[in-house]
C-alpha cells in the first residue's frame, strides 16, 4: 500500500514547493498538490475548489484514475493516487497542499493516518509582495501590494489563526523560511529527526519544478521586500498583522509587535483552563471543534469571557461562525 502519512502546508509562495524537494531528495514522493483533505471525503472533492481539477497535471493521472481514487474513504483515495502517479517508489509519500495550513486542525483529524505535518511560514511583507506581484504584474510592486492590502492581509491572518492552536504539538513541525534559507544545515537535521529519527542531507539536482532552482532560494531574494517596498508600506503591513508576530522574519521585530498575540494567547489559555477544555475536540454531534482556534478568530467570544464550546452550540453555530 502507498502510505501516505505525512502533510505539508504553508502560504501561496511561501516555501511549500522548496521544502517538497527537500523532503522529495530524502526519499519521500509526491505530486505538485492534492487537497483531499480538505474535503470531508474524497467522493467530495469536486466541491472544494481547483483542487480537483489540478490532480491531473499535477500527479500526472487520468480523468479515470482521478475517479477510482474518489470512489472510497482516504486510504483507498491515496493508495490509487500514488500507485499510479509513481508505480515504481518504495519509499514514503507526502501531501503537500498549501492551504492545509489554514484548515491544519481539521485536516489531521480528517484522516488519523497522517501521523505528522510540516507548516513553512514566511514574513507578512514577503507574502505580501509575492502575491501582489503576482496578480497585478503590470504595476509597481508597491502600489500592487497597496490595491490587494484588505485582502492580503485577511488572507494572511486566516492562515495563521488555522494553524497556530498546533505551535507546542508534538507531532507538527513549524520552519520559518527565512531560516531554512539561512540556517540550511540546521534545519536539515530537524526536519531529518521530526519524520525519521535522522538528518536529512542536502538536495542536489534541479527540481521538476520551474520556482525552485537547483540550490534553491538565496536569504537575499527571500528578504527581497526590504529593498522593494518602503519602510511605511513595510510597517503597515506588520501593524495589520501583528496578531501573527511569531512568523515575522526579524526577532527584533517580533518582540515590537508581538503584543497582540500575547495577549490573546493569554486570554486564550485562562479561558481554556477555566472552562476545562482543550485545543481539540469532538462535538457531540460529530463536528471537530478548536476551542482555542475559535477563541482566536473570535475577539467578541475570547472578551467576553465565554466557554467557547457552550459560546457555539448556544449561537455561533446559529450565526455562520466557523467552528475550527
Not at 505528522?116 to 503590470?138: E, K, Q, Y
Not at 473570535?298 to 467557547?308: E, K, L, N, S, T
Request: aromatic content about 12%; charged content about 25%.
Amino acid at each position: 500500500m502507498s502510505k501516505v502519512d505525512l502533510i505539508i502546508g504553508g502560504y501561496e509562495r511561501g516555501g511549500t514547493t522548496l521544502l517538497s524537494e527537500i523532503f522529495r531528495a530524502n526519499g519521500f514522493e509526491s505530486g505538485f498538490e492534492c487537497g483531499v483533505l480538505l474535503a470531508d471525503e474524497p467522493a467530495k472533492m469536486p466541491e472544494t475548489g481547483p483542487y480537483w481539477e489540478m490532480l491531473l497535471a499535477g500527479w500526472r493521472i487520468e480523468p479515470e484514475t482521478r475517479a477510482e481514487a474518489a470512489a472510497g474513504d482516504f486510504d483507498h483515495f491515496y493508495n490509487t493516487l500514488c500507485t499510479a502517479a509513481f508505480p515504481d517508489h518504495t519509499g514514503r509519500f507526502f501531501d503537500k497542499t498549501p492551504r492545509y495550513m489554514a484548515q491544519l486542525g481539521l485536516c489531521l483529524h480528517r484522516y488519523s493516518a497522517i501521523k505528522s505535518a510540516v507548516i513553512i511560514h514566511r514574513d507578512p511583507r514577503a507574502v505580501f509582495l509575492s502575491m501582489a506581484t503576482r496578480m497585478l504584474p503590470n504595476i509597481p510592486p508597491a502600489k500592487a501590494v497597496t490595491k490587494k492590502f484588505k485582502a492580503l492581509t485577511e488572507r494572511y491572518l486566516d492562515y495563521f489563526t488555522g494553524c497556530i492552536a498546533h505551535q507546542d504539538a508534538e507531532n507538527v513541525l513549524f520552519v520559518p523560511l527565512e531560516e531554512l534559507v539561512s540556517r540550511e544545515d540546521v534545519w536539515m537535521k530537524t526536519l531529518g529527526y521530526f519524520v525519521t529519527g535522522k538528518p536529512f542531507h542536502k538536495r542536489d539536482g534541479r527540481s521538476r519544478f520551474d520556482n525552485v532552482g537547483k540550490k534553491g532560494m538565496d536569504l537575499e531574494r527571500i528578504m527581497g521586500f526590504e529593498s522593494q517596498l518602503p519602510a511605511s508600506l513595510q510597517a503597515e503591513i506588520l501593524d495589520a498583522t501583528r496578531l501573527a508576530s511569531p512568523f515575522f522574519a526579524d526577532a527584533t521585530e517580533r518582540a515590537r509587535y508581538g503584543d497582540t498575540w500575547a495577549e490573546a494567547q493569554h486570554r486564550i489559555l485562562a479561558l481554556l483552563a477555566k472552562y476545562e477544555r482543550p485545543r481539540s475536540l469532538v462535538l457531540e454531534d460529530g463536528t471537530f471543534f478548536e476551542p482555542f482556534t475559535y477563541l482566536l478568530r473570535y475577539a467578541d467570544v475570547r472578551r467576553a469571557g465565554r466557554d467557547p464550546v457552550e459560546h457555539y452550540q448556544k449561537s455561533g453555530k446559529r450565526e455562520g461562525r466557523l467552528p475550527h
